[in-house]
């Protein structure tokens, strides 16, 4: 079974910061794209960030010079640093990975979902 395990989600002061993480099993020996995305209340889904294998980045124009993505992938780990949180940043965020396991075809895969709320 793979899984995509994320954590690091919770309740933040606007202004405040959380650094989400998604670790990606095992199982999956080959990973291409990591990116972040998430979901507002009757919202639709928003590509937060992204980044490929070779490590180049692209950000949302919301969140551009305050969220930060980075991998590592001798740990098949995803993070998302986000800095200056506000009310907006509000929403459950979701980690996606483009991966390959052994003997399969490449596919997509996604976390559960952490939730994150910025409020004072």
């Known amino acids: 079974q793979v899984q995509l395990v994320e954590s690091g989600g919770g309740l933040v002061q606007p202004g405040g910061s959380l650094e989400l993480s998604c670790a990606a099993s095992?199982?999956?020996?080959?990973?291409?794209?990591m990116k972040w995305y998430r979901q507002a209340p009757e919202k639709q889904r928003e590509l937060v960030a992204s980044?490929?294998?070779?490590?180049?980045?692209s950000y949302a124009d919301s969140v551009k010079g305050r969220f930060t993505i980075a991998r590592d992938n001798a740990k098949n780990t995803v993070y998302l640093q986000m800095n200056s949180l506000k009310p907006e940043d509000t929403a459950v965020y979701l980690c996606y990975v483009r991966g390959q396991v052994p003997f399969t075809r490449i596919s997509d895969y996604w976390g559960q979902g952490t939730q994150v709320t910025v409020s004072s």
């Open positions: 980044i490929t294998s070779s490590g180049t980045t």
């Open positions: 095992t199982r999956i020996v080959s990973i291409y794209t």
